[in-house]
């Protein structure tokens, strides 16, 4: 069975910082790309940041240069340190992994990430 677990959210002040962890099942994690959505109120899920099983990464527009993703293979672990948070930042975090040699994604059950003063 595969299980995307996150963890790491909370309630920040904008500028501050929190660093998103997601373990995965190891039978998923070395095959897949794994990556990071979020959700707002009343808004679509919109992709954050994806990084490849060689560690290519990518990143919206909205969060490139505060958001760093990065990958621990030895611990089926993906991360998203999130730097110089803003209000609009505030949103459930997905976590999720696409396997590549069949194209199924799975998904995480969501992080709280909430920016306010």
């Known amino acids: 069975q595969v299980q995307l677990v996150e963890s790491g959210g909370g309630l920040v002040r904008p500028g501050g910082s929190l660093r998103l962890s997601c373990a995965a099942s190891?039978?998923?994690?070395?095959?897949?790309?794994m990556g990071w959505y979020r959700q707002a109120p009343g808004k679509q899920r919109e992709l954050v940041a994806t990084?490849?099983?060689?560690?290519?990464?990518n990143y919206d527009d909205s969060v490139k240069g505060r958001f760093t993703i990065s990958r621990d293979n030895a611990k089926n672990t993906v991360y998203l340190q999130t730097n110089t948070l803003k209000p609009e930042d505030t949103a459930v975090y997905y976590c999720?992994?696409?396997?590549?040699?069949?194209?199924?994604?799975?998904w995480g059950q969501g992080t709280q990430v909430t920016v306010s003063s």
């Open positions: 999720y992994a696409r396997n590549v040699l069949n194209g199924i994604d799975y």
């Open positions: 190891g039978s998923i994690f070395r095959v897949s790309t």
């Open positions: 990084i490849t099983r060689g560690g290519t990464s």
